[in-house]
């Protein structure tokens, strides 16, 4: 098997796994293997890491809204869908 088909599989994957979780996904725009949300707390001035860690994904909808963002997160079954 050439990294090609290796590539392919693992993007095939990927797409049924985000499917599970949003079902009107069509195509996956671009992806990130690892990210850490963080929140800015206003009252304190400093940057506030969340409980949402893992692979990022930009991802083509066939529904409103058509482009979103999502985290499979990693460290809890709660992802962060924007």
């Known amino acids: ?10 993007a095939a994957r990927n797409l049924s796994l985000i ?5 009107n996904v069509v195509s996956v725009v671009g992806y990130a293997s690892h990210v850490v949300i963080y929140a800015f707390n206003d009252e304190m001035g400093n940057w506030e ?13 066939k529904e409103a809204p058509f482009y979103r963002l999502l985290v499979i997160n990693r460290l809890n079954p709660t992802n962060l869908i924007q």
């Open 1 to 10: 098997m050439g990294d090609g088909s290796i590539g392919r599989a693992k």
């Open 19 to 23: 499917q599970r979780i949003d079902p």
């Open 49 to 61: 890491r969340e409980n949402v860690e893992g692979a990022l994904f930009v991802v083509h909808r």
